[in-house]
């Protein structure tokens, strides 16, 4: 069964860190572009960032360049998002995606940014 | 605000055929391939359209899309009580660098 598993999310404090993973399982990791995309309480969905099969290409929304950032591990199956200064905009579900059209989905992490 | 435009609700009785519109530019749908997710109530997104208008495995054929110039639109015939669900469409573009949404449209089955 094709599947990604978010994990990470919690509560953290404005200006924290938290670091997302998704185990990917069911088909070749690295044949497929990666993605995090996002949806705020209540609202749309808002594309975070996306890599290539081999990291050669990596892409952020505008509102989290030079604070998070995206990588993926072969071995592990794994993509990560590795996520600094953060914001209380920043809370959101999390979800990661793969495929070159976002084909599968997992379940999401929440991440809530408060004091 | 969106990049890409979608009417925030729509609605049909069962039966019925439904169409939600997504308008873009010529550096996302103009030049890029759209793609439509549906996303039922406290669930994650699952891709309904990719390429435009093709259907991935297991989606109903009541499900189509078309692309014209800036604008796509989903189509969804034989409405039914359990398409009830908020729908996006999804484009690269090239003067961002990156993928843009639609604000969603959330679609009531009277």
């Known amino acids: 069964e094709v599947q990604l598993v978010e994990s990470g999310g919690g509560l953290v404090q404005p200006g924290g860190s938290l670091r997302l993973s998704c185990t990917a399982s069911g088909f070749i990791f690295s044949n497929y572009w990666m993605y995090w995309v996002r949806q705020a309480p209540g609202k749309g969905l808002e594309w975070v960032a996306n890599?290539?099969?081999?990291?050669?290409?990596?892409y952020y929304v505008d509102s989290v360049k030079g604070r998070f950032t995206v990588s993926r591990d072969k071995a592990q199956s794994s993509l990560f998002l590795q996520m600094n200064s953060l914001r209380a905009e920043d809370t959101a579900v999390y979800y990661c995606?793969?495929?070159?059209?976002?084909?599968?989905w997992g379940q999401g992490t929440t991440v809530t940014v408060s004091s | 605000q969106s990049v890409l435009t979608q009417p925030p609700s729509a609605s049909g009785t069962p039966g019925q055929r439904v169409t939600i519109s997504c308008s873009g530019s010529s550096s996302n749908i103009g030049s890029y391939n759209v793609y439509w997710y549906q996303q039922l109530p406290g669930t994650a997104p699952k891709l309904l359209i990719y390429?435009?208008?093709q259907r991935p495995s297991g989606v109903p054929d009541r499900f189509s899309g078309s692309k014209s110039g800036t604008s796509a639109s989903l189509a969804i015939s034989g409405l039914r009580s359990e398409d009830e669900a908020d729908y996006y469409c999804a484009a690269w573009d090239a003067s961002l660098s990156g993928w843009v949404f639609g604000g969603g449209t959330k679609l009531t089955v009277l």
């Open positions: 890599i290539k099969q081999d990291a050669s290409e990596i």
């Open positions: 390429l435009n208008n």
């Open positions: 995606a793969a495929g070159d059209s976002m084909d599968v």
